[in-house]
């Protein structure tokens, strides 16, 4: 029988050693932090050959990006289901925060928002993530809509942005993390914002 197939060259694509990259990276992010990740640490971490790698990624930003991707399909975030909105949207503060602090190893956001600005691939890949990411949080605010806790036209995806966005900004880019009562006031301004009318 004919077919349009055109048989694959060269040896297939080893999935114990995609896993093994995974694990080598994520393990070097949490010690080393981004800037200390280097393929050639990960290559010998994995147990595999540098070509390995660049075969499968062209920079480290594209390496980075698929093992963060792979553990966040893999071990999605337990969302908090406190009964309320605010208490949800405070929980998921404290989540992000946690996630992008600048004293915590594994937060690469900045240096990935440095590399997205430079290639077209990094930036496609990150959105992805990052939209990927938001996705998994969508139930905190489709629960608080149906408990009538949020304005029907509220943008789920805007709200999250807000306050994902000043966390990012305040922690990144002012370098001013905020503390436990900061987070809880950035959310009660979203709360009483989003009250339904």
């Keep these: 029988m004919a077919t349009d197939a055109t048989p ?6 080893s999935a114990e050693a995609d896993q093994a990259i995974f694990a080598a990276t994520r393990r070097m992010l949490d010690e080393a932090g981004y800037h200390g990740l280097t393929v050639e640490g990960v290559a010998a971490e994995a147990g595999v050959a540098k070509t390995t790698i660049y075969r499968r990624y062209a920079n480290k930003a594209l390496l980075v990006l698929d093992a963060m991707s792979q553990s966040a399909r893999d071990a999605p975030v337990a969302l908090p289901d406190t009964g309320t909105f605010r208490g949800d949207l405070l929980a998921v503060a404290h989540l992000v925060r946690a996630e992008i602090a600048p004293s915590s190893p594994s937060s690469v956001g900045a240096a990935l928002l440095g590399e997205a600005s430079q290639d077209v691939a990094v930036a496609e890949r990150l959105r992805d993530f990052a ?8 139930p ?17 995806r805007v709200v999250a942005e807000l306050l994902a966005g000043w966390i990012f900004h305040a922690s990144i880019v002012s370098r001013r993390p905020p503390d436990d009562a900061g987070l809880a006031h ?5 709360v009483c914002g989003l009250r339904p009318r």
Excluded: H, I, S, T
């Design 8 to 13: 694959a060259r060269g040896r297939p694509r």
């Design 131 to 138: 939209d990927f990411r938001f996705d998994q949080g969508r």
């Design 140 to 156: 905190v605010y489709d629960r608080a809509k149906a408990r009538n806790e949020l304005r029907e036209d509220a943008d789920w």
């Design 186 to 190: 950035a959310v009660e301004l979203v």
